[in-house]
């Protein structure tokens, strides 16, 4: 059974993997269409140091949009943004540092960006890890869940009240996560499993990404019955050439690593400038405006897994985070009165 437990997950992601490698092959990548200036907005892109994150800060900016960069490597943040400032004069880009497996160090992030007194139009949720080694952060939490999910739900339910406070009835305030098809191969079970007896570091990645998208449908179902001016949607980039990959790579995964050679050197993976393309088009695109719920792919709305719409076990996994992070399940914000009158008042979120 252990090894059943431990085996099921590597066939099933790689099989998912085989599939996007096939369609990928058939199909051009995406091409962002032409989109308007985004000046005066400003986002955040966490795991915008590298890889698909720094590929979706550098379109960004060249939109003329103010992009924060939030990553847990200071070295490779300050070199992006220098990078990034070189090939465009005129570009706003910063740094600011974050460790997403942290809880204390999300809430730190977000008192100093708050401190600055900015707006936010677009918060994505970006950084990852994938098929790293078993093993737990500093809070207690298994580093795919902490990582990919746990830290990006307090950090979006922190930054809640500004993007709210930022977006507007024709410009509303855009969630963007990026999750994965390795979604697809996830189980109800698993997610809820306190147990690391039959650790699978391909079930752990997949089940983070299934997180992402129950909270990003939960999230926008509540945003849109609250009539506040805020979207969220999924972005799935594909199978991308990044330093993700990394981990498939060790001794103790050999035949792992033969399999990955054959699936993903087939010349048939994205490049991160091409993955990045949906992502900016979910960002900035007025076709999207006021849209959300979306599960994005090469650009169009496509289903995401069934598992994902299950409305129950949305609700399930939002009382269990906020649990997890000592948070009430009710989520107050402030929303400004529409039609551009002064004033507003607290609305509640009953997540």
């Not at 599939?19 to 308007?36: D, G, S």
């Not at 915008?48 to 003329?64: E, F, P, W």
């Not at 709210?164 to 410009?171: F, Y």
Request: charged share 15%; hydrophobic share 45%; with cysteine.
């Amino acid at each position: 059974m252990s090894v059943l437990a431990r085996v099921l997950p590597v066939l099933k992601l790689y099989l998912t993997a085989v599939k996007v490698l096939f369609y990928q092959l058939l199909h051009k990548p995406f091409a962002v269409p032409a989109l308007p200036k985004q000046h005066g907005k400003v986002a955040i892109v966490t795991g915008g140091a590298r890889g698909l994150g720094y590929a979706i800060v550098r379109q960004l900016a060249g939109l003329g949009m103010h992009v924060i960069i939030a990553s847990h490597d200071k070295k490779q943040g300050l070199a992006a943004v220098k990078s990034i400032r070189e090939e465009q004069s005129r570009a706003l880009v910063d740094f600011e540092f974050v460790d997403l497996a942290s809880l204390s160090s999300v809430r730190q992030f977000v008192c100093r960006f708050q401190a600055q007194g900015l707006p936010l139009h677009v918060l994505i949720n970006n950084a990852a890890v994938m098929l790293v080694p078993e093993g737990k952060t500093d809070d207690g939490f298994e580093l795919h869940f902490a990582t990919n999910y746990l830290g990006h739900f307090l950090l979006t339910r922190f930054l809640l009240d500004t993007l709210v406070h930022s977006g507007k009835d024709e410009a509303c305030s855009r969630i963007i996560s990026i999750s994965s098809s390795a979604h697809y191969t996830a189980d109800k079970d698993f997610l809820f499993s306190r147990s690391m007896q039959h650790y699978s570091a391909h079930g752990a990645y997949a089940h983070s990404k299934l997180a992402q998208v129950l909270f990003t449908y939960r999230l926008q179902q509540e945003l849109q019955s609250s009539g506040c001016a805020v979207t969220a949607s999924a972005v799935d980039p594909g199978v991308v050439d990044t330093h993700l990959y990394r981990n498939l790579s060790t001794p103790a995964r050999l035949a792992q690593r033969l399999i990955a050679h054959l699936l993903f050197r087939v010349g048939s993976w994205r490049s991160p400038a091409q993955a990045a393309a949906t992502a900016v088009y979910a960002a900035a695109s007025p076709e999207l405006e006021g849209v959300g719920g979306c599960y994005l792919y090469e650009g169009k709305r496509v289903s995401s897994s069934a598992l994902s719409y299950d409305v129950e076990l949305q609700a399930q996994l939002w009382r269990r985070s906020c649990s997890l992070l000592g948070l009430a399940d009710s989520l107050y914000v402030y929303q400004a009165k529409r039609g551009g009158g002064g004033g507003g008042a607290y609305t509640n979120l009953s997540l």
